[in-house]
């Protein structure tokens, strides 16, 4: 059972758009949420994440919104860009002492056109 | 962000052959993973170790072995390659703490084919 789901394997927006990804969740114990972006042939990178006390932050081109009630979050990049073209994948940890266990979602490719 | 370093970057091998997949990061972080990575997957979690003399198993049941004898190095073991065990492996390392520290940063993975 996916505790994390993508359901938009891929995503395609015009330069300077606003690229908009999505996240659901099942497991009410989550409560610190990531988003990462992913090159070919490379490992994921940190992007930005969010705490469950949260539902929105920050950083530069990029907001995370947290929608608990719907269990949904969803990634803003604005504008954007074609080296946001990339694989982003959302991942979920619950507060279980101190484990930091990351249950990650199968990712939305991102093209971003000119 | 953690430095955090994979050799080697591809590897072809025969089946049968025992591998080790290496993994070190330099930001002195305690806690350290093992994912593996189909394409068009998820990431699962196969190792995880919080510090020196500590590991444990993941959620993805896997063949591989690790170690954790010091802090910056976290080698996967593959006693006998199969062509099942043909994926990508990602390590990543965080603080120890909680909480912000739940923030994983990757290394660039090894592409293994078993043939």
């Known amino acids: 059972d996916q505790q994390v789901k993508q359901n938009s394997p891929s995503l395609s927006v015009q330069e300077g758009r606003i690229s908009i990804l999505n996240c659901d969740y099942t497991?009410?114990?989550?409560?610190?949420f990531l988003w990462y972006k992913k090159y070919p042939a490379e490992g994921p990178t940190f992007l930005i994440s969010?705490?469950?006390?949260?539902d929105k932050n920050e950083d530069g081109r990029f907001t995370v919104f947290l929608n608990k009630s719907a269990k949904h979050l969803s990634l803003h990049i604005v504008p954007s860009q074609p080296g946001d073209s990339a694989v982003y994948f959302c991942?979920?940890?619950?507060?279980?002492?101190?484990?930091?266990?990351?249950?990650f979602g199968t990712g939305t490719r991102l093209q971003v056109t000119l | 962000e953690a430095d955090i370093y994979q050799t080697p970057r591809y590897l072809v091998i025969g089946t049968g052959k025992k591998i080790t997949l290496e993994c070190s990061q330099t930001?002195?972080?305690?806690?350290m993973y093992w994912y593996q990575q189909d394409p068009g997957m998820e990431l699962h979690l196969i190792h995880y170790s919080y510090g020196v003399n500590s590991t444990e198993k993941g959620d993805l049941s896997s063949e591989s072995t690790v170690s954790r004898i010091r802090t910056e190095h976290f080698p996967l073991t593959l006693e006998s390659a199969r062509p099942s065990h043909t994926s990508q492996y990602l390590c990543?390392?965080?603080?120890?703490?909680?909480?912000?520290?739940?923030?994983?940063?990757f290394g660039p993975g090894t592409r293994l084919t078993v043939l």
């Open positions: 969010i705490s469950s006390i949260k």
């Open positions: 930001m002195g972080h305690d806690k």
């Open positions: 991942a979920a940890s619950a507060r279980t002492g101190t484990a930091s266990k990351l249950t």
């Open positions: 990543a390392s965080s603080e120890a703490g909680f909480r912000t520290t739940d923030t994983q940063y």
């Open positions: 497991n009410s114990m989550f409560d610190y």
